[in-house]
């Protein structure tokens, strides 16, 4: 990318515009730049940073989902002390939670209330879309940092 003064760019805008078919051209003052200038066509090349939150918002959720289909069939296959041992660590973590206000009550008593349901209930709430919980459940899970999943080869 081409660089130019802010000085030179005032002083020579016609030859500025010109340099643009070429790419576009950063702006400095004080050996920092301040603006890039493009063309149109090059313009339309740069993406929407409001699309560039939703994707990235989007592709965590597809991770915080895969981890928890992952926590799911570890706890469904674990020997059952493992099973529990899993779980009172989450039902812990969101005890922590409401000690020290950490997280809204409303995730406190649905998690509570999903950590009291059968492994077999539990898994597919975790996994699913619960009646349009799933996601936020997922972004605020005691599962998250308590229980680290068996590595894989």
Request: overall charge positive.
């Amino acid at each position: 990318m081409h660089t130019v003064t802010a000085s030179q760019a005032k002083q020579n805008f016609g030859a500025l515009v010109s340099q643009l078919a070429q790419g576009p051209v950063a702006i400095e003052r004080h050996q920092k730049t301040v603006a890039v200038l493009m063309s149109p066509a090059s313009a339309q090349w740069v993406p929407d940073p409001r699309q560039v939150a939703r994707q990235a918002q989007q592709q965590r959720e597809v991770q915080r989902l895969m981890r928890h289909q992952q926590l799911a069939i570890h706890m469904l296959c674990a020997p059952p002390e493992v099973q529990q041992r899993l779980l009172q660590s989450a039902r812990q973590e969101v005890e922590r939670w409401q000690s020290q206000q950490l997280c809204s009550a409303d995730y406190i008593q649905k998690w509570r209330h999903w950590l009291a349901l059968p492994l077999s209930e539990l898994a597919p709430l975790m996994c699913g879309d619960a009646e349009g919980w799933g996601p936020a459940m997922r972004q605020n899970s005691p599962f998250t940092a308590s229980s680290p999943l068996p590595h894989t080869p």
